[in-house]
């Protein structure tokens, strides 16, 4: 049965620990912060109260990009020990994020081809990669791991992608998704193949057409090197980027650039001003790339986007998608994450009051974000800082 309170987080990145020379670390990692977790557990059971609390995560609950699947796993593990010796968690709602959308391709799988093999069934007829109802469905990969290593796990576990629904007390609607596919390239990708793909939703033409996309980025790519994520090619460019002028990857551009323009191309440039110049054109084109500008100290609002520009893709987003229309909504409570900037936003012309979850991921270069959740009980929402 469904809780009526909800402890609703985005952006965990659990794995991350500062290892490797990357100085982020997920803030819910008890390895790295393990009292920060005691106080986040301690303010879940304050608002629980002794009843049952939903945990919903609006995406990048793991890791599994630039971090090891083992530490991302461990450390969940770790944080639902933590809550479940302070509150009673009844239930975990998880709606992928880019981070850790190769999860939602292993239920896939999982659901639509091994499992129908393993018992003896032939595969489901149409496509494999399907996105979830709107109510999400069973997730059967985690539940057995958390089984064997926690007292009284969560009755049941629930993956969403690419949004997730309930209804509310007063006929108020919970709306989640986790915010990649209305931003940046994902929601221009999405944007330039819609037209070829009339006649489908928006949510399902975003979430079908981005996983190859996101999967050579995110898996593929994190896999080039010893193993998933850690050391695979992606994290050791994103670490490299993170030292900007100190980096390896300067000199390597460098050197490119001298073969490139060996005597330069403006007419009597001052030494090596030019190719300087071009250098460091290109490092910013891959810093931006990556979305970790590594040349100058930046704030948590040059990550993706600023919050103008998010919001603005959050209200195209909703007018597009189904099932929620701005237009012509009942009342309605957004969450989503992403750009790990926490915001509170009700849109204009509507009963929509949207909320960006923040992060639990501390950035190089970026302000330290601020801790917290959002608390639910039946349509009310508030924000619980943990200090």
């Not at 390239?185 to 996309?213: F, I, W």
């Not at 790990?340 to 204009?348: A, E, F, K, L």
């Amino acid at each position: 049965m469904s809780s009526n309170k909800i402890v609703a987080i985005s952006d965990l990145h659990l794995g991350q620990t500062g290892a490797d020379g990357l100085g982020q670390y997920s803030l819910l990692s008890t390895r790295a912060t393990p009292n920060l977790v005691a106080r986040f557990a301690d303010a879940v059971a304050a608002f629980a109260g002794g009843d049952p609390v939903t945990l919903l995560v609006a995406g990048d609950l793991l890791d599994l990009s630039l971090a090891y699947a083992g530490d991302a796993i461990g450390d969940f593990l770790e944080l639902v020990q933590a809550l479940r010796r302070s509150a009673r968690i009844d239930e975990l709602i998880y709606v992928i994020g880019n981070h850790d959308h190769h999860l939602w391709s292993l239920h896939c799988e999982d659901k639509r081809l091994l499992g129908p093999l393993r018992a003896g069934r032939p595969p489901e007829p149409g496509a494999q990669y399907r996105i979830t109802p709107p109510a999400g469905e069973r997730f059967s990969i985690l539940p057995p791991l958390t089984s064997g290593n926690v007292t009284a796990p969560p009755t049941s576990i629930t993956i969403a992608y690419p949004s997730y629904t309930r209804d509310l007390a007063g006929g108020t609607l919970l709306y989640v998704t986790h915010g990649h596919l209305f931003s940046g390239l994902y929601a221009e990708l999405s944007g330039l193949l819609a037209d070829k793909l009339a006649g489908l939703p928006h949510d399902r033409v975003a979430a079908t057409v981005n996983p190859p996309l996101i999967e050579l980025i995110y898996w593929h790519l994190g896999e080039i090197g010893e193993g998933l994520g850690a050391d695979g090619l992606v994290e050791q460019i994103y670490t490299d980027l993170q030292r900007g002028r100190d980096g390896r990857l300067r000199p390597i551009i460098a050197r490119v650039v001298d073969q490139l323009l060996p005597h330069g191309v403006l007419w009597r440039a001052i030494g090596g001003l030019e190719r300087r110049i071009v250098v460091d054109e290109v490092m910013r084109v891959i810093g931006k790339a990556l979305e970790s500008p590594p040349l100058k100290s930046v704030t948590s609002a040059d990550r993706h986007a600023d919050v103008e520009t998010t919001r603005a893709g959050l209200v195209a987003w909703l007018a597009a998608a189904q099932p929620l229309r701005v237009a012509a909504t009942p009342d309605a409570i957004v969450l989503y994450g992403h750009t790990h900037v926490r915001d509170d936003y009700v849109i204009p012309d509507s009963r929509v009051h949207s909320y960006n979850l923040g992060t639990w991921l501390v950035e190089p270069n970026h302000d330290a974000p601020k801790t917290g959740f959002l608390a639910i009980n039946g349509a009310d929402a508030r924000w619980v800082d943990v200090s």
